[in-house]
Structure formats: structure tokens, C-alpha cells
């Protein structure tokens, strides 16, 4: 089926470092992508998303771009702020229109 | 105004007792989700409804058994809670007929079988 794989965390960075977290996904046909984020104690809210091949979503600060070549969706940040520590979720829509495969998430942790 | 509310936030119980979680939202959605996350953060969908209709039921224990009422509703009914249903549960609703339409999740009810 349909699904999403990310890097394993927790990632640990320094303030103002630079952020990449791995995403690839697997699928028929081109699904749209999609990069959620989990604050503390909170529900997942849309970073941004992507529908098609070469998109490139952003929000943020954070940016994704949709690569067909290689079926992945990177999430980057130029330089990332202690507010940014959160769980990541990349995620795919599935092929049938309702609901979403998310990923294993990946647990940030910025210092200062 | 919060747009997706579930509630309890927190419950704590015992095994082999039965209990609820009920989940409103007043964005006029007609999808609605639940969602489980595990103690290592995986979430993983249990259930769909589209216009009060079931439309996902994921390999989830006969145990659950969702209940929507209405398109604003989506409760989860658990019977004979076991160790391993500790987690939290996640209540999410999106509008489907656009191609790409966001989750809307709730904050989560923090669920510990003891």
C-alpha cells in the first residue's frame, strides 16, 4: 500500500543550524505530500504540502520539494529556532482520496 | 474557537472496563477521522466517516466501535479495555470534493489502561 518513510529520530540541533529531515514515499500514481508538525500536548497541524511533481511547498521558514525522480518530499530549514522543536510527520494522501499515511515521525529538539 | 474538540483529555482506567471518547467539530466538515498514536509517536488511522457513513475501518479490535451521529460527530466507544490500548487517540476532520484538503486534529485524549 501506500506509504511514507522518514528518518529516525530525535535530531538534536543548535540554534540557527540547518535542518533536513528525510522523506520518501512509496505509492501508485503521484500522491499529494504533505509535512504535519506536533507541538507538545497538541494536535497535528499542516506545515505545508505539495500536489505534484516539482512543487515545492512552503511555510514558516520550511520548505519541501515534491521529487518524482527520486519519490521524495525533504523537509529543509535554513535556521531552525528553539520554537521549532516538535515532532515532524511527513504524510501521503491516499490513492482513494480519503485519509492520510503518516510516517513514524521525527522528534526535533532545538538548543540554544 | 476550537474547531476539532475531543474530550476527556485525559482518562485513566482500568482494565476490562468500557469507555468513550467523543469528538465535535464546527468547521461543517463531512469527514471525519480517528487516529491512534503510540508511545513511540506512530500514528496510524482506526476509523473514517464521510457524511455519517463508515468509510475506513482499519485492522482495529472489534473492541472499538465508532459512532457519529451526525457530521459534526465522531465518538469512539472502547469495551473490555486492555493494557496494550494505552495511546492517544486523535480525532481529525477534513472536507473532501477539493483535491488536496488539510486534516484538522484535534489535541488528543491521553488514554492509560492500568
Known amino acids: 500500500g501506500d506509504s511514507v518513510t522518514q528518518m529516525e529520530g530525535p535530531v538534536t540541533l543548535s540554534e540557527e543550524a540547518f535542518l533536513t529531515i528525510n522523506c520518501t514515499y512509496t505509492?501508485?500514481?503521484?500522491?499529494?505530500l504533505f509535512w504535519y508538525v506536533q507541538y507538545p500536548g497538541e494536535g497535528l497541524q499542516l506545515l505545508l504540502k505539495?500536489?505534484?511533481?516539482?512543487d515545492k511547498g512552503s511555510n514558516k521558514g520550511f520548505e519541501a520539494t515534491y521529487r518524482k525522480e527520486t519519490t521524495s518530499f525533504h523537509l529543509e530549514k535554513g535556521s531552525v529556532q528553539v520554537s521549532d522543536s516538535a515532532v515532524y510527520f511527513c504524510?501521503?494522501?491516499?490513492?482513494?482520496?480519503?485519509?492520510?499515511?503518516f510516517g513514524k515521525g521525527t522528534s526535533l529538539l532545538v538548543t540554544p | 474557537d476550537t474547531a476539532v474538540s475531543q474530550t476527556p483529555k485525559y482518562l485513566v482506567t482500568q482494565m476490562g472496563n468500557d469507555k468513550s471518547i467523543k469528538c465535535e467539530q464546527n468547521?461543517?466538515?463531512?469527514?471525519m477521522y480517528w487516529y491512534k498514536q503510540d508511545s513511540k509517536k506512530f500514528l496510524k488511522i482506526m476509523f473514517s466517516?464521510?457524511?455519517?457513513?463508515?468509510?475506513i475501518n482499519e485492522t482495529v479490535p472489534n473492541r472499538f466501535s465508532p459512532k457519529s451521529p451526525d457530521k459534526a460527530h465522531l465518538n469512539l466507544h472502547i469495551n473490555s479495555l486492555e493494557l496494550g490500548d494505552s495511546a492517544v487517540y486523535f480525532c481529525?476532520?477534513?472536507?473532501?470534493?477539493?483535491?488536496?484538503?488539510?486534516?484538522?486534529f484535534g489535541s488528543g485524549t491521553q488514554l492509560s489502561v492500568l
Open positions: 481529525a476532520s477534513s472536507q473532501t470534493g477539493f483535491p488536496n484538503e488539510k486534516l484538522f
Open positions: 505509492a501508485t500514481g503521484y500522491p499529494s
Open positions: 505539495a500536489t505534484k511533481a516539482d
Open positions: 504524510a501521503l494522501k491516499w490513492s482513494s482520496g480519503y485519509a492520510l499515511n
Open positions: 468547521l461543517g466538515h463531512d469527514t
Open positions: 466517516y464521510n457524511n455519517k457513513e463508515l468509510i
